[in-house]
């Protein structure tokens, strides 16, 4: 797809769209002005489309005058979770239909009686084998008997099959059976959505790439769906540019593409939001960020290392006992079922517990007034005070404290026999630690420490939330950016075009041939160049970069390396070797400087630069008295405490204020303790010193 940007030149707009379990945002940005403007609704669960109109029309663009579309989303992700995906079948190599069941052979909860193993989501009689066979280096051994495929093909109509799934043996080296097999298919039974294992990942492991292809297959249908319902009703809004879709690995992509590959959106929308920690850090000069991002439903954390995002080959879905492996390039996130809906209920034995279950946006927490009754995180701090009845969503939707009170008494603080406001702060104190294990995930189990970083909080609850988060894990400062209630959505206009690519490739390191590797590596990006300049402009500024999956010699796992591109333009093997023993060092705490060291894998990253909204300066600080006071409960501090509200757009640069402090904005309340101390920068951001004394 080519765009012709001389006949858009008329479309100004460019509109974000990120739509979570609770809220869906929206965020436009005029190229003309540099404006950014806002508008945030509850998500409508049963036509998601519903809810992303609405916070369209809530910014105020008009579809008709925007020239990019980008949009984030959780349904790949949610399909993958609810096991509500298509009836999916996967075709394989004779020989090798239970490796989607064996997997690894590995018991990662060794001590527990009661382990289960993964499901797959392919049952074993929708699984099918196809005599064909490919060595390790892509050679034919046995032909791929056609004959014998299509009599397959009528017994998948006759199933009713909606979506397959094709997985061939080392087809990452050589594809032709897997292409072949899809063009019979598409050609008898058309109607059916088709996916290739080497169109998804080239990487070899049989295992992972099954369960890769297997999802990528399971969910295709439900979200080829959903784009295109948003399609069509943006082309009956006269929209007339062009629809990205957030990849997991913080870039974007055509829809068209989306719709093959879905599970390059699997965490599309949290990536964006980690694409704006870094964004944020840039700005202010900081070299390492812990992105925390707190919604409605969920709370997720990512990495900002040494002014890069940090990046994983592949995540567990489900979790690491009992989760299914998906092979793709992405952001190293990891999330918890904690936001600002979880439900909170007494479990046997007489504790609390917090999610994951989540009142979601119908009927949503019993503050709401929707029908909700079961007590939330969001109930908990309306009672102790730390959010305003009358001015939530700038007071456009009343909440209910007597409601929430209800549910708290009746489900909560009866039960256990405990006082209301008890029962408050131990929601709120569970929900932190809860969250601080999603940071720890990111950072001390990949060898960093959470104390030599500052956190970057948003979502609707991240401000509420992130000074307890950050106690927890004695982090030292905090830093809430701009309408961080519409951050992720704000990440997808300073994300770029990105194409990633992966290729197999074995070979110590004493033995690269740089004339090898140069070809491989040119062969990925002459193609994925062409991809990104295609989408918007063929003057598109475009950045490559390069790593590779490494390990030493007789291990079985790898360790992907960052690798700048002047190692390979002098021929430094040696300094590919010193990196990746670096990189070891901090990954596990050791490394072996005199053991050989090989390449598993040869990653490319090709970014097209996009323009990107330039944040306006505050200005300086004047004498502000716009604050109210009311009550709010800080257990730890003795109770009942008055406490300072500001509107944070009264605020300025230079401004320093100290807590307890609520400091209230359109979509987000961010609270101060005592002994914390607020400075606002030169951007409005909000720089937060955890447990400062003056």
């Known amino acids: ?97 239970d490796i989607y069941e064996i997997g690894r052979i590995n018991r990662p909860d060794a001590y527990n009686l009661f382990f289960t193993k993964h499901e797959p989501l392919i049952q074993r009689s929708w699984r099918y084998e196809i005599t064909e066979r490919l060595n390790a280096q892509g050679e034919i051994v046995v032909n791929l008997d056609e004959i014998e495929l299509r009599q397959l093909i009528n017994h998948l109509k006759h199933e009713g099959i909606e979506s397959v799934a094709i997985l061939f043996l080392h087809s990452y080296a050589n594809p032709s059976h897997e292409l072949r097999a899809k063009e019979i298919i598409q050609e008898c039974y058309p109607e059916i959505f088709v996916t290739c294992s080497h169109e998804i990942s080239k990487e070899y492991r049989e295992f992972e790439r099954t369960s890769t292809v297997a999802a990528n297959a399971y969910i295709g249908p439900k979200v080829n769906n959903y784009l295109k319902q948003i399609n069509h009703r943006l082309s009956s809004e006269s929209f007339e540019g062009t629809f990205f879709i957030i990849q997991s690995s913080g870039g974007l ?32 000069g900081l070299k390492n960020a812990i992105a925390f991002d707190m919604g409605g439903t969920t709370a997720k954390a990512g990495v900002v290392h040494n002014g890069e995002v940090v990046m ?23 999330e918890v079922g904690t936001g600002g809906g979880s439900i909170a209920r007494v479990v046997p034995g007489g504790g609390i517990r917090v999610g994951p279950q ?85 950072t001390t189990e990949r060898g960093l420490d959470a104390g030599d970083f500052i956190m970057v909080a948003y979502g609707g609850a991240g401000p509420l939330h992130a000074s307890l988060v950050a106690r927890e894990l004695r982090i030292p400062k905090v830093i809430i950016p701009p309408s961080p209630g519409h951050f992720s959505a704000y990440g997808m ?20 041939n740089f004339s090898e590797i ?68 901090q990954r596990y705490a050791f490394n072996s400087i005199n053991s050989p060291a090989e390449i598993v894998n040869l990653q490319s990253s090709v970014i097209g630069l996009l323009p990107k909204p330039i944040i306006k300066k505050l200005e300086q600080k004047s004498q502000t008295n716009n604050k109210e006071t009311r009550k709010v409960f800080f257990q730890q501090y003795g109770g009942f405490i008055d406490t300072d509200v500001y509107q944070r757009g009264d605020l300025r640069h230079g401004h320093e204020l100290y807590g307890p402090l609520l400091i209230e904005e359109y979509a987000s309340t961010t609270v101060l303790f005592p002994g914390d101390r607020l400075e606002v920068s030169e951007y409005g951001d909000l720089i937060i010193t955890i447990g400062y004394h003056q």
């Not at 080959?313 to 009992?322: E, H, L, P, Q, S």
């Open 312 to 334: 994983a080959g592949n995540i567990m879905v489900g979790g690491y006992t009992n989760g299914l492996p998906i092979q793709i390039p992405l952001i190293d996130i990891q």
């Open 358 to 442: 989540s009142a979601g946006a119908s009927p949503g927490p019993a503050c709401y007034d929707l029908g909700g009754d079961e007590p939330t995180v969001t109930d908990a701090n309306l009672i102790i005070g730390r959010l305003s009845a009358d001015h939530f969503l700038g007071g456009e939707m009343k909440l209910r404290t007597d409601l929430a009170t209800k549910a708290l008494q009746d489900k909560v603080a009866t039960p256990l026999g405990i006082d209301l406001l008890d029962a408050a702060e131990g929601i709120l104190r569970i929900a932190a630690s809860t969250m601080s294990h999603v940071v720890t995930r990111v």
């Open 253 to 284: 992509y055509d829809v068209d593409r989306a719709q093959r590959d879905c599970i390059q959106m699997l965490e599309s929308g949290p990536a964006a939001g980690v694409i704006g920690a870094k964004s944020v850090c840039e700005r202010l």
């Open 1 to 97: 797809m080519t765009i012709n940007t001389r006949a858009l030149s008329h479309l100004t707009n460019r509109v974000a769209t990120d739509v979570g379990g609770t809220f869906t945002d929206v965020v436009t940005f005029d190229e003309i002005t540099g404006d950014c403007f806002y508008g945030k609704t509850l998500t409508t669960p049963n036509n998601l489309v519903d809810g992303i109109v609405h916070g369209v029309k809530k910014a105020g663009p008009s579809l008709n005058k925007t020239k990019i579309f980008l949009h984030g989303t959780t349904v790949a992700i949610n399909t993958l979770l609810e096991r509500k995906g298509a009836k999916t079948a996967l075709i394989t190599t004779r020989g090798f239909k």
């Open 493 to 512: 206009l300073v994300a770029d075009l990105r194409k990633d690519s992966t290729r197999t490739w074995f070979k110590p390191v004493a033995q690269i």
């Open 518 to 585: 140069e070809e491989l590596y040119s062969e990925m990006e002459i193609e994925a160049v062409e991809l990104v300049k295609n989408h918007v402009d063929p003057n598109i500024p475009i950045v490559i970069k390069r790593g590779a999956d490494m390990r030493y010699v007789g291990q079985e796992h790898s360790v992907t390396v960052e690798l700048p591109l002047e190692l390979f333009a002098n021929h430094d093997a040696n300094g590919i070797k010193t990196i990746f023993d670096q990189t070891h060092l």
